[in-house]
């Protein structure tokens, strides 16, 4: 089993990686439960886990009490956020139990949102069981839910006391689910680790079609990478966590334009928005044009979009700045984008001109 701390003072906590875990989940949540029954929140689409996850339970003795969202974006709402609660205090959860998200981002997000809410901060465990959640949002204690305003617009920073990951869940992901994770996988090599973009290249394609090595040793490698950047920086304050943010100015654009209804999902807008962001730092002369042609092409051979025309949309430069400017991180009229001057290299300009992306843009077609 690989294990990666979360180094964040008193709010640390490990990140368990091994194929198989959720049957012996019971192991590690027994002493951290006290004897008190666990509250299960789970996407209703993974039945299959949550039965392998309780069967553990079970066995070893651990009390539970279980509800389910429906899967989709949708369930990051006031209403589901409300149902959670409601559902939560009915069965008496106190701050000292332990509120467990089975399911991928948007369960995590939700649930570890009702956490932080609850009799103002209850205990919490991330089970993520897609490839996205697994690399990225289960770690980091970000947590939130979406409003009419826009994504993830109302949330709380709330850290989990404990992350699972099995790999073996993936194996009933929807290929195109278990692609769009993987463009956040690549997302850390593009960041800062070439040689991480380099064993993407080389294991890229084994890892989407089920090679458990592989999909092991991609989000161990991920999650360290996540976990140092969190230490650095978890409240996105010193500028060290915006790195995370690479791909998404643009692709936050796209995903407004798609209009969130699954047609474009977060992590294709990722790949789409890092094809972007390369081939605009290319066109500012910051980065060598080959860089960026690497990166598209590695998005092609993976099957994810590899800039605007691939995912179909017909949006102006203007309409998808205009989406920019809605983005949360735009303050004071500017724009942090997240630039590149090589693979590995990104860098956070906050001076880009809006008008030269708008042009930028529009070149795209
Ligand atoms: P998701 O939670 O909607 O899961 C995608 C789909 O896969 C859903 O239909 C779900 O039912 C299904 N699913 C989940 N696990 C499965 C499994 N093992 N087998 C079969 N089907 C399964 O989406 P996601 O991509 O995991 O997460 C996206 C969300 O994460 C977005 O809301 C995004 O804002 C958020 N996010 C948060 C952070 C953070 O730091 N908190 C970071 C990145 C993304």
Same mark, same amino acid.
């Given at each position: 089993m690989k294990q990666? =701390?979360?180094?964040?003072?008193?709010?640390?906590?490990?990140?368990?990686?091994?194929?198989?875990?959720?049957?012996?989940?019971?192991? #590690?949540?027994?002493? /951290?439960?006290?004897?008190?029954?666990?509250?299960? &929140?789970? =996407?209703?689409?993974v039945a299959q886990h949550l039965a392998t996850f309780t069967t553990s339970l079970d066995s070893a003795g651990v009390k539970w009490r279980a509800m389910t969202v429906p899967a989709g974006e949708a369930s990051k709402s006031w209403t589901t956020l409300a149902q959670v609660c409601d559902q939560?205090?009915?069965?008496?959860?106190?701050?000292? =139990?332990?509120?467990?998200?089975?399911?991928?981002? &948007?369960?995590? =997000?939700? &649930?570890?949102?009702?956490?932080?809410?609850?009799?103002?901060?209850?205990?919490?465990?991330?089970?993520p069981t897609t490839l996205l959640a697994q690399v990225d949002s289960s770690v980091g204690g970000?947590?939130?839910?979406?409003?009419?305003?826009?994504?993830?617009? &109302?949330?709380?920073?709330h850290q989990p006391e404990l992350v699972l990951i099995d790999p073996r869940v993936l194996d009933t992901l929807p290929d195109r689910e278990l692609r769009a994770g993987?463009?956040?996988?690549?997302?850390?090599?593009?960041?800062?680790?070439?040689?991480?973009?380099e064993w993407c290249e080389r294991n890229g394609a084994a890892l989407l079609t089920g090679d458990t090595a592989a999909r092991e040793a991609a989000i161990a490698h991920s999650v360290a990478a996540k976990a140092r950047i969190v230490a650095a920086d978890e409240f996105e304050t010193n500028g060290t966590r915006a790195l995370l943010n690479l791909g998404h100015t643009f692709g936050h654009a796209l995903e407004?334009?798609?209009?969130?209804?699954?047609? /474009?999902? #977060?992590?294709?807008?990722?790949?789409?928005?890092?094809?972007l962001a390369f081939d605009f730092s290319a066109a500012q002369g910051l980065c060598p044009a080959q860089d960026a042609e690497r990166v598209k092409a590695h998005w092609r051979s993976v099957g994810l979009p590899d800039g605007l025309a691939p995912t179909g949309l017909r949006a102006s430069g203007a309409r998808l700045v205009e989406h920019m400017r809605h983005d949360k991180k735009a303050s004071g009229g500017n724009l942090p984008f997240l630039l590149a001057r090589g693979i590995g290299r990104t860098c956070l300009d906050r001076t880009v001109d809006l008008g030269a992306v708008e042009a930028f843009l529009d070149r795209q077609g």
């Open positions: 990666i =701390d979360v180094a964040l003072g008193d709010r640390s906590y490990p990140v368990l990686i091994e194929s198989g875990l959720l049957a012996r989940a019971a192991e #590690h949540l027994a002493p /951290l439960a006290a004897g008190h029954p666990l509250a299960i &929140v789970a =996407d209703q689409d939560l205090l009915a069965w008496g959860v106190e701050r000292r =139990d332990l509120v467990i998200a089975l399911g991928g981002g &948007v369960i995590g =997000d939700l &649930v570890g949102f009702a956490s932080a809410i609850l009799k103002r901060g209850a205990r919490f465990v991330q089970i970000k947590t939130g839910i979406n409003t009419a305003a826009g994504k993830n617009l &109302v949330g709380a920073f993987y463009a956040e996988v690549v997302k850390y090599g593009l960041i800062d680790d070439f040689a991480f973009f407004a334009e798609a209009g969130f209804d699954g047609s /474009l999902l #977060h992590g294709e807008a990722v790949a789409a928005g890092c094809a």
